[in-house]
């Protein structure tokens, strides 16, 4: 399972204020702190006016090259600022995202022809998100045929269903696997990935619902997930899934996670 650390993110109040105070030492700490809890690749973005997202996103990105040694996954609504700040990145990671909206896969997928980069795609369009899972099909294989023209496979890219919140579509969970199956039957080297949280947005209990989405997307095939490494909760779900799925050989994760306290009760100091 590959773990994209979501906490760098301006659309996050408390990270919005660290970038309008330019608290550098706060940014360092959401690395650490996400890299250490086993992040594989950390998602910046600055979540700000347009004007100044480039900067922003140069100054986070300088922060956390600085701090740790996990990739970084690079993420803009604006492919215009993925293509001016992409140079700043030390080694290849993660693009967050292309879609069928506008022409951002011919603005980004030139940007990573040759390169190791991966690549998030989103199965949406210039009409937004598809409530059936065939139209969301139809945009995965064209991101992916229009990838291929770059030199770009399916393993390097990381297809997004795009989960609804269930709190107005209660199908949104069935529908997601319904799509990520079928996507994975043409293209089996592609890996899935989702935004989590995405799903509980409007109901209560949301770490519950995140929860327990998790569970059932991994056992059903999800390969990825954007998401936060530092809530002992969803690890311990994430953990057991594997366990219980026979991908931890003797329960050693689990178990060590246990052992070393990042998983339980948080042991008094």
Not at 50 to 56: F, H, K, S, W
Not at 150 to 174: C, H, K, M
Not at 213 to 238: E, K, Q, W, Y
Request: proline residues 6%; glycine residues 8%; negative net charge.
């Amino acid at each position: 399972m590959i773990i994209i650390g979501e906490k760098i993110n301006g659309t996050i109040p408390v990270v919005k204020k660290a970038i309008e105070d330019k608290d550098q030492d706060f940014i360092k700490k959401l690395a650490i702190d996400q890299a250490e809890a086993g992040a594989d690749y950390l998602d910046v973005c600055a979540g700000t006016i347009p004007e100044i997202e480039v900067e922003t996103l140069t100054w986070l990105m300088d922060i956390v090259q600085g701090t740790v040694e996990t990739p970084l996954c690079i993420d803009s609504p604006n492919p215009r600022t993925i293509e001016a700040v992409i140079p700043f990145s030390k080694k290849p990671g993660i693009i967050n995202s292309v879609s069928e909206e506008g022409d951002k896969c011919e603005i980004i997928y030139p940007l990573l022809k040759g390169t190791d980069w991966q690549v998030i795609a989103l199965t949406c369009d210039n009409n937004g998100i598809p409530k059936d899972t065939e139209t969301r099909i139809g945009i995965a294989v064209k991101l992916v045929e229009k990838a291929g023209q770059y030199g770009i496979g399916p393993e390097r890219i990381f297809i997004d269903p795009l989960v609804i919140a269930l709190a107005t579509d209660n199908q949104s969970l069935l529908t997601f696997i319904d799509t990520m199956n079928k996507i994975k039957e043409i293209y089996p080297k592609a890996r899935i990935t989702s935004g989590l949280s995405n799903i509980s947005f409007g109901m209560p209990l949301r770490k519950v619902i995140n929860q327990h989405f998790l569970t059932h997307a991994v056992f059903s095939g999800m390969d990825s997930a954007i998401m936060d490494p530092c809530n002992r909760d969803m690890i311990a779900s994430l953990l057991a899934t594997e366990a219980l799925m026979g991908r931890d050989r003797n329960c050693r994760k689990f178990n060590d996670a246990y052992r070393k306290g990042k998983i339980g009760p948080k042991k008094e100091a």
